[in-house]
């Protein structure tokens, strides 16, 4: 059976007295892989090929395309000083997701780091999502700054993370992975 579809993306917050003229944005993961067996999940994600959606006016808005030139240097930014992949290529997560309770649990691998994550899942038209508030700090990961930190990130990332399986109930086995391949 081929891998399910999924998608992973990553909400970033804007903060600081230049805020007006930075984004909140949208950034998205296009290789990663994992397995679901029996509530079990599984997944392993290539964070050099994080990419920039756009900028997101208000949250549930969809991503407002951005300039080359900036996603170019965002995606620059976000590799090489936030998430230092030369170091760090990889994240992986381990954990249980329950869709009648809506919780999904588990450890998360970042940065070299290792911590608990706990967020809320829900079943939506033929797939699940499962959405989680990080804090970067707890990875070892410092907010990122530009301008004299008069523009920067808040301690705080929004992952939403969906898996489709179509028609039918949630699979009790199965594997999936990004749009562009595995990692």
């Known amino acids: 059976m081929p891998p399910l579809a999924a ?10 007295l230049l805020a007006a003229v930075g984004h909140d ?9 994992g397995e ?3 509530g ?4 392993r994600f290539d ?11 208000r949250p549930g808005a969809d991503p407002d395309p951005l300039p080359r030139i900036y996603t170019d240097e965002i995606e620059r930014n976000a590799r090489s000083k936030v998430l230092a992949v030369e170091r760090c290529p990889t994240a992986s997560w381990q954990g249980r997701v329950d869709l009648d309770r809506g919780v999904a649990e588990g450890s998360l691998a970042l940065h070299g780091k290792t911590a608990p994550v706990r967020g809320t ?8 999502i499962a959405v989680f508030e990080l804090v970067p700090s707890n990875f070892g990961i410092r907010p990122f700054r530009a ?5 920067r990130l808040e301690d705080r990332v929004r992952v939403e993370a969906t898996v489709l399986w179509g028609d039918g109930p949630p699979p009790r086995r199965a594997r999936f992975e990004g749009p562009k391949g595995p990692a």
Do not use: N
């Open 25 to 33: 944005l949208r950034l998205s993961f296009g290789r990663f892989h």
């Open 7 to 16: 998608t992973i993306h990553v909400f970033t917050f804007k903060r600081g």
């Open 36 to 38: 679901i067996r029996d």
């Open 121 to 128: 899942v829900r079943a939506e038209a033929g797939g699940a």
């Open 40 to 43: 079990a999940v599984e997944a």
């Open 47 to 57: 964070l050099t090929s994080l990419s920039v959606d756009g900028a997101v006016p």
């Open 147 to 151: 301008m004299a930190g008069t523009l």
